[in-house]
Protein backbone atom coordinates (compact mmCIF):
# COMPACT_ATOMS: atom_id res chain seq x y z
CA UNK A 1 0.00 0.00 0.00
CA UNK A 2 1.49 3.35 -0.95
CA UNK A 3 2.38 5.70 1.77
CA UNK A 4 0.24 8.78 2.26
CA UNK A 5 2.04 11.89 2.07
CA UNK A 6 1.56 15.22 3.84
CA UNK A 7 -0.08 17.88 2.71
CA UNK A 8 -1.71 15.31 0.34
CA UNK A 9 -5.05 15.69 -0.50
CA UNK A 10 -5.10 12.00 -1.88
CA UNK A 11 -5.30 11.22 1.59
CA UNK A 12 -9.01 12.61 1.58
CA UNK A 13 -9.87 10.79 -0.91
CA UNK A 14 -9.07 7.33 0.46
CA UNK A 15 -10.46 7.87 3.85
CA UNK A 16 -13.99 9.36 1.62
CA UNK A 17 -13.42 5.45 0.03
CA UNK A 18 -13.28 3.91 3.11
CA UNK A 19 -16.29 5.37 4.52
CA UNK A 20 -18.07 4.32 1.48
CA UNK A 21 -17.52 0.75 2.08
CA UNK A 22 -18.29 1.07 6.02
CA UNK A 23 -21.45 -1.22 6.77
CA UNK A 24 -24.10 0.67 7.72
CA UNK A 25 -23.88 -0.09 11.15
CA UNK A 26 -20.62 1.30 11.45
CA UNK A 27 -21.57 4.25 9.78
CA UNK A 28 -23.81 4.89 12.25
CA UNK A 29 -22.04 4.29 15.25
CA UNK A 30 -18.98 6.20 13.83
CA UNK A 31 -21.54 9.50 12.91
CA UNK A 32 -23.74 8.75 15.89
CA UNK A 33 -26.28 8.64 13.63
CA UNK A 34 -28.75 7.09 16.70
CA UNK A 35 -28.27 10.75 18.38
CA UNK A 36 -30.36 12.51 15.82
CA UNK A 37 -33.05 9.60 15.89
CA UNK A 38 -33.48 9.65 19.34
CA UNK A 39 -34.01 13.64 19.57
CA UNK A 40 -36.77 13.16 16.96
CA UNK A 41 -38.72 10.43 18.75
CA UNK A 42 -38.28 12.18 21.74
CA UNK A 43 -39.94 15.56 19.88
CA UNK A 44 -42.44 13.59 18.29
CA UNK A 45 -43.43 11.58 21.54
CA UNK A 46 -43.67 15.32 23.36
CA UNK A 47 -45.50 17.04 20.68
CA UNK A 48 -48.18 14.20 20.02
CA UNK A 49 -48.95 15.35 16.93
CA UNK A 50 -51.16 13.46 14.06
CA UNK A 51 -48.82 13.02 11.72
CA UNK A 52 -45.65 12.30 13.28
CA UNK A 53 -44.04 11.30 9.44
CA UNK A 54 -44.40 15.01 8.58
CA UNK A 55 -43.18 16.01 11.67
CA UNK A 56 -40.10 13.71 11.08
CA UNK A 57 -39.24 14.65 7.95
CA UNK A 58 -39.29 18.33 9.30
CA UNK A 59 -36.84 17.38 11.49
CA UNK A 60 -34.45 15.97 9.04
CA UNK A 61 -34.93 18.80 6.84
CA UNK A 62 -34.05 20.94 9.67
CA UNK A 63 -30.79 19.02 10.55
CA UNK A 64 -29.86 18.48 7.31
CA UNK A 65 -29.55 22.37 7.37
CA UNK A 66 -27.78 22.06 10.32
CA UNK A 67 -30.32 24.36 12.42
CA UNK A 68 -31.40 21.46 14.45
CA UNK A 69 -28.32 22.87 16.97
CA UNK A 70 -29.68 26.09 18.10
CA UNK A 71 -30.59 26.85 21.19
CA UNK A 72 -29.90 23.24 22.66
CA UNK A 73 -27.45 22.56 25.78
CA UNK A 74 -23.81 21.78 25.35
CA UNK A 75 -23.85 18.20 25.56
CA UNK A 76 -26.11 17.87 22.30
CA UNK A 77 -24.61 20.05 20.45
CA UNK A 78 -21.48 18.37 21.14
CA UNK A 79 -23.12 14.84 21.17
CA UNK A 80 -21.30 14.21 17.89
CA UNK A 81 -19.00 15.52 14.76
CA UNK A 82 -22.03 16.33 12.54
CA UNK A 83 -23.66 18.32 15.99
CA UNK A 84 -20.10 20.52 16.03
CA UNK A 85 -19.83 21.37 12.66
CA UNK A 86 -23.29 22.19 12.49
CA UNK A 87 -22.32 25.09 15.34
CA UNK A 88 -19.86 26.02 14.01
CA UNK A 89 -21.60 26.88 10.85
CA UNK A 90 -24.38 28.44 12.43
CA UNK A 91 -22.35 30.74 14.99
CA UNK A 92 -19.88 31.97 11.55
CA UNK A 93 -23.25 32.24 9.49
CA UNK A 94 -24.53 34.73 12.75
CA UNK A 95 -21.38 36.72 14.35
CA UNK A 96 -19.18 36.30 11.55
CA UNK A 97 -20.60 37.08 7.88
CA UNK A 98 -20.82 40.66 8.48
CA UNK A 99 -19.37 41.38 11.87
CA UNK A 100 -19.63 44.90 13.34
CA UNK A 101 -17.15 44.71 15.84
CA UNK A 102 -13.79 43.85 14.88
CA UNK A 103 -12.39 43.08 17.87
CA UNK A 104 -14.00 41.49 20.89
CA UNK A 105 -13.37 40.71 24.32
CA UNK A 106 -13.10 36.98 24.91
CA UNK A 107 -15.91 37.43 27.22
CA UNK A 108 -17.80 39.33 24.81
CA UNK A 109 -17.49 36.61 22.67
CA UNK A 110 -18.43 33.24 25.71
CA UNK A 111 -21.57 35.58 25.75
CA UNK A 112 -22.52 35.49 21.88
CA UNK A 113 -21.87 31.92 22.35
CA UNK A 114 -24.05 31.59 25.28
CA UNK A 115 -27.10 32.95 22.58
CA UNK A 116 -26.69 29.95 20.85
CA UNK A 117 -26.17 27.69 23.80
CA UNK A 118 -27.07 28.81 26.98
CA UNK A 119 -24.48 26.72 28.73
CA UNK A 120 -21.73 26.74 26.45
CA UNK A 121 -18.11 26.23 28.43
CA UNK A 122 -16.90 29.15 29.40
CA UNK A 123 -13.49 27.23 30.19
CA UNK A 124 -13.35 26.65 26.67
CA UNK A 125 -13.20 30.38 26.05
CA UNK A 126 -10.54 30.90 28.75
CA UNK A 127 -8.30 28.35 27.08
CA UNK A 128 -8.53 30.19 23.77
CA UNK A 129 -7.84 33.15 25.44
CA UNK A 130 -4.93 32.02 26.68
CA UNK A 131 -3.69 30.62 23.29
CA UNK A 132 -4.95 33.83 20.74
CA UNK A 133 -2.55 36.65 20.81
CA UNK A 134 -3.73 39.91 21.77
CA UNK A 135 -5.02 42.23 19.53
CA UNK A 136 -1.77 44.58 18.69
CA UNK A 137 -3.77 47.47 19.85
CA UNK A 138 -4.27 46.35 23.05
CA UNK A 139 -0.88 43.95 24.09
CA UNK A 140 0.14 46.72 26.35
CA UNK A 141 -1.17 45.90 29.62
CA UNK A 142 -0.27 49.06 31.18
CA UNK A 143 -2.27 51.28 28.80
CA UNK A 144 -5.28 49.70 30.55
CA UNK A 145 -7.39 51.42 33.02
CA UNK A 146 -7.01 49.84 36.80
CA UNK A 147 -10.44 49.11 36.62
CA UNK A 148 -10.17 47.45 33.23
CA UNK A 149 -10.33 43.83 34.82
CA UNK A 150 -12.87 43.16 37.35
CA UNK A 151 -11.40 42.46 40.60
CA UNK A 152 -14.56 39.46 40.50
CA UNK A 153 -12.39 37.61 38.25
CA UNK A 154 -9.53 35.21 38.35
CA UNK A 155 -8.77 35.27 35.17
CA UNK A 156 -7.65 38.69 33.25
CA UNK A 157 -6.99 37.01 29.40
CA UNK A 158 -11.27 36.75 29.32
CA UNK A 159 -11.39 40.78 29.79
CA UNK A 160 -7.98 41.09 26.71
CA UNK A 161 -9.18 42.07 23.60
CA UNK A 162 -8.94 40.10 20.07
CA UNK A 163 -9.28 39.78 16.54
CA UNK A 164 -12.83 38.25 16.35
CA UNK A 165 -11.71 36.13 13.18
CA UNK A 166 -8.30 34.92 14.82
CA UNK A 167 -10.65 34.18 18.02
CA UNK A 168 -13.05 32.24 16.06
CA UNK A 169 -10.29 30.29 14.42
CA UNK A 170 -8.89 28.87 17.80
CA UNK A 171 -12.72 28.73 19.09
CA UNK A 172 -13.51 26.03 16.55
CA UNK A 173 -10.11 24.24 17.31
CA UNK A 174 -10.71 23.81 20.58
CA UNK A 175 -14.40 22.97 19.96
CA UNK A 176 -13.84 20.24 17.59
CA UNK A 177 -11.30 18.74 18.86
CA UNK A 178 -11.60 19.25 22.38
CA UNK A 179 -10.79 15.86 22.98
CA UNK A 180 -7.81 15.91 21.49
CA UNK A 181 -6.88 19.37 22.80
CA UNK A 182 -7.04 18.13 26.34
CA UNK A 183 -4.80 15.18 26.04
CA UNK A 184 -2.17 17.37 24.18
CA UNK A 185 -2.60 19.12 27.06
CA UNK A 186 -1.47 16.72 29.42
CA UNK A 187 0.49 15.42 27.65
CA UNK A 188 2.73 19.23 28.03
CA UNK A 189 2.31 19.06 31.25
CA UNK A 190 3.65 15.50 31.81
CA UNK A 191 6.63 16.38 29.86
CA UNK A 192 7.29 19.54 31.17
CA UNK A 193 10.08 19.90 34.39
CA UNK A 194 8.50 21.91 37.19
CA UNK A 195 5.08 22.92 37.02
CA UNK A 196 3.20 23.48 33.97
CA UNK A 197 3.01 26.33 31.57
CA UNK A 198 1.69 27.10 28.28
CA UNK A 199 4.69 28.79 27.43
CA UNK A 200 7.44 26.00 28.73
CA UNK A 201 8.87 24.06 25.36
CA UNK A 202 9.93 20.51 25.29
CA UNK A 203 11.83 18.34 23.13
CA UNK A 204 10.20 18.11 19.13
CA UNK A 205 10.96 14.22 19.00
CA UNK A 206 9.54 13.69 22.72
CA UNK A 207 5.98 15.61 22.03
CA UNK A 208 6.09 14.07 18.75
CA UNK A 209 6.75 10.28 20.42
CA UNK A 210 3.50 11.23 23.19
CA UNK A 211 1.30 12.50 20.09
CA UNK A 212 2.11 9.39 18.22
CA UNK A 213 1.02 7.57 21.19
CA UNK A 214 -1.93 9.07 21.75
CA UNK A 215 -2.99 8.54 18.36
CA UNK A 216 -1.87 4.82 18.61
CA UNK A 217 -4.39 4.26 22.16
CA UNK A 218 -7.17 6.00 20.88
CA UNK A 219 -7.70 4.94 17.03
CA UNK A 220 -10.51 2.91 18.09
CA UNK A 221 -12.06 5.13 19.97
CA UNK A 222 -14.99 7.64 18.97
CA UNK A 223 -13.16 10.79 19.43
CA UNK A 224 -12.71 14.03 17.03
CA UNK A 225 -8.35 13.95 16.18
CA UNK A 226 -6.77 16.24 13.81
CA UNK A 227 -5.47 14.20 10.77
CA UNK A 228 -2.13 12.95 12.21
CA UNK A 229 -0.43 14.74 9.12
CA UNK A 230 -1.75 18.33 10.19
CA UNK A 231 -0.29 17.58 13.61
CA UNK A 232 3.44 16.60 12.36
CA UNK A 233 3.08 19.59 9.80
CA UNK A 234 2.78 22.20 12.98
CA UNK A 235 5.70 20.11 14.48
CA UNK A 236 7.92 20.47 10.98
CA UNK A 237 7.01 23.97 11.05
CA UNK A 238 8.09 24.93 14.38
CA UNK A 239 11.27 22.89 13.42
CA UNK A 240 12.21 24.02 10.40
CA UNK A 241 14.45 26.88 11.48
CA UNK A 242 16.67 23.86 13.28
CA UNK A 243 16.84 21.24 10.70
CA UNK A 244 16.90 24.05 7.49
CA UNK A 245 13.74 21.90 5.38
CA UNK A 246 13.15 22.94 1.99
CA UNK A 247 9.31 24.46 2.27
CA UNK A 248 8.19 23.09 -1.21
CA UNK A 249 9.48 19.45 -0.01
CA UNK A 250 7.10 16.72 0.90
CA UNK A 251 7.63 13.90 3.55
CA UNK A 252 6.45 10.54 3.57
CA UNK A 253 5.05 10.15 7.07
CA UNK A 254 7.77 7.07 7.93
CA UNK A 255 10.41 10.01 7.10
CA UNK A 256 9.17 12.39 10.15
CA UNK A 257 10.25 10.94 12.92
CA UNK A 258 13.88 10.98 11.71
CA UNK A 259 12.85 14.50 10.73
CA UNK A 260 11.57 15.46 14.18
CA UNK A 261 14.91 13.79 15.96
CA UNK A 262 16.83 16.36 15.70
CA UNK A 263 17.10 18.99 18.15
CA UNK A 264 14.20 21.52 18.97
CA UNK A 265 11.68 22.47 21.20
CA UNK A 266 8.47 22.99 21.24
CA UNK A 267 5.73 24.50 23.43
CA UNK A 268 2.04 23.90 24.02
CA UNK A 269 0.89 27.29 22.84
CA UNK A 270 3.40 27.44 20.01
CA UNK A 271 1.93 24.27 18.69
CA UNK A 272 -1.77 25.04 19.44
CA UNK A 273 -0.84 28.59 17.37
CA UNK A 274 0.68 26.49 13.98
CA UNK A 275 -2.32 24.00 14.55
CA UNK A 276 -4.80 27.05 14.49
CA UNK A 277 -3.26 28.98 11.79
CA UNK A 278 -3.07 25.55 9.32
CA UNK A 279 -5.86 25.96 7.10
CA UNK A 280 -6.54 22.29 6.64
CA UNK A 281 -7.67 22.39 10.40
CA UNK A 282 -10.39 24.54 8.90
CA UNK A 283 -11.20 22.71 5.93
CA UNK A 284 -11.78 19.38 8.27
CA UNK A 285 -14.06 20.73 10.01
CA UNK A 286 -16.39 22.40 7.24
CA UNK A 287 -16.02 19.21 4.99
CA UNK A 288 -18.25 17.49 8.37
CA UNK A 289 -21.28 19.96 7.14
CA UNK A 290 -22.54 19.62 3.45
CA UNK A 291 -25.83 20.06 2.81
CA UNK A 292 -26.95 17.18 -0.03
CA UNK A 293 -28.88 18.59 -2.98
CA UNK A 294 -32.64 18.04 -2.71
CA UNK A 295 -32.84 16.67 0.42
CA UNK A 296 -36.01 17.99 1.20
CA UNK A 297 -37.56 16.31 -1.88
CA UNK A 298 -35.98 13.02 -0.62
CA UNK A 299 -36.69 12.96 2.73
CA UNK A 300 -40.57 13.96 2.20
CA UNK A 301 -40.80 10.92 -0.52
CA UNK A 302 -39.29 8.76 1.96
CA UNK A 303 -41.41 10.10 4.65
CA UNK A 304 -44.92 9.79 3.04
CA UNK A 305 -44.07 6.36 1.55
CA UNK A 306 -46.03 3.89 2.78
CA UNK A 307 -44.00 0.80 3.79
CA UNK A 308 -46.50 -1.84 1.58
CA UNK A 309 -45.59 -0.15 -1.43
CA UNK A 310 -41.57 -0.39 -1.25
CA UNK A 311 -40.73 -3.82 -3.03
CA UNK A 312 -38.73 -6.01 -2.06
CA UNK A 313 -35.24 -6.62 -4.21
CA UNK A 314 -35.12 -9.45 -6.64
CA UNK A 315 -32.12 -10.65 -4.15
CA UNK A 316 -34.70 -10.87 -1.01
CA UNK A 317 -37.01 -12.59 -2.99
CA UNK A 318 -35.03 -15.08 -4.26
CA UNK A 319 -34.24 -15.83 -0.71
CA UNK A 320 -37.86 -15.88 0.45
CA UNK A 321 -38.37 -18.69 -2.20
CA UNK A 322 -35.65 -20.28 -1.49
CA UNK A 323 -36.26 -20.75 2.51
CA UNK A 324 -39.72 -21.89 1.01
CA UNK A 325 -38.50 -24.96 -0.64
CA UNK A 326 -35.96 -25.94 2.30
Known sequence: MEIPRIFNPSRRKGLHKERLQMSGEDYAELFKISILFQDAIKIILDRREDKPLDLLQEYFSVALKGEHVLLRDFSFISSSQYNRSCFINQVAKIFHTNPYFKIITALDYHQCLCLLCSDFPRSLVLEVSKIVPVHPSYQNNSEKPENYISTLSNEPSLFDKFDIEEFRQGAEMFFFYSEFME????????????????????????????????????????????????????????????????????????????????????????LCLA??????????????????????????????????SIEPSSQSSRRVRTKKKR
Not at 285 to 302: D, G, S, T, V, W
Request: aromatic share 8%.
Open 275 to 308: LMKNPEIALEIERQYQIPNNHEEELKKLATEEPS
Open 183 to 270: KLKTLFSELSSGDFSIENEVMISLAYSGINSIYSRTRFSLFLFPPIEIVQEALLSKAQGKLQLPLDELYLVDEIGDKLNASGAIGYKD
